[in-house]
Structures are given as C-alpha cells and as structure tokens.
C-alpha cells in the first residue's frame, strides 16, 4: 500500500509505524509490542484454566504517532511544528 500511495503522490495514514518507516506519511496506532504483551498474558491466563467468560475485556492504551518527514517534503506538504511536537518519532 505504502508504495502505491508514493507512486501516485497520496499522502497515507497507516495504523503501523512501519509504513511510516518505509515511506508512507504518517502512523497512528497501537504501541504493537504492547499488544503482543497483552496477548500474551491472556494466553498464560487460559493455559492456567480461566475460562474465556470471566476475562475481562482489554483495549490498547499505549499509541504512537509517527511522521516522515521525507514523504511530506515529497508531497510538498508542511507540517505545523506543534504536530511534530506531539509525535512519538519524526522520521528524517
């Protein structure tokens, strides 16, 4: 997706920072190795015998915010710097 929105000059938003890193503009989502915690935590609470009905329901509250800095000069876009201020990382 990342390559064909640079192709035909789309500025992209993607939930994973790794598009952001590979040339989309920016990224907004879920902090994943915090996911990939979570997830397993629930995995060792069934491995112990709780049942799926008594776990509670969890949601992300880490997320990231990535900008290409690059990808927005290519666009011929300016970003304010108060959003850069609010990114997480700015990619150069």
Same mark, same amino acid.
């Given at each position: 997706?990342?390559?064909?929105?640079?192709?035909?000059?789309?500025?992209?938003?993607?939930?994973?920072?790794?598009?952001?890193?590979?040339?989309?503009?920016?990224?907004?989502?879920?902090?994943?190795?915090?996911?990939? !915690?979570?997830? +397993? %935590?629930?995995?060792?609470?069934? /491995?112990? #015998?709780?049942?799926?009905?008594?776990?509670?329901?969890?949601?992300?509250?880490?997320?990231?915010?990535?900008?290409?800095?690059?990808?927005? !000069?290519?666009? +011929? %876009?300016?970003?304010?710097?108060? /959003?850069? #201020?609010?990114?997480?990382?700015?990619?150069?």
């Amino acid at each position: 997706m990342v390559s064909l929105a640079r192709q035909y000059k789309i500025p992209g938003i993607y939930n994973a920072r790794d598009d952001a890193k590979a040339g989309g503009l920016v990224s907004y989502g879920t902090n994943r190795p915090d996911t990939w !915690r979570q997830a +397993g %935590l629930y995995a060792g609470r069934f /491995l112990k #015998g709780e049942k799926p009905k008594d776990l509670p329901s969890m949601q992300p509250t880490r997320f990231e915010l990535a900008i290409n800095l690059k990808a927005a !000069r290519e666009l +011929g %876009l300016t970003i304010k710097p108060t /959003l850069l #201020g609010l990114a997480n990382e700015v990619i150069d």
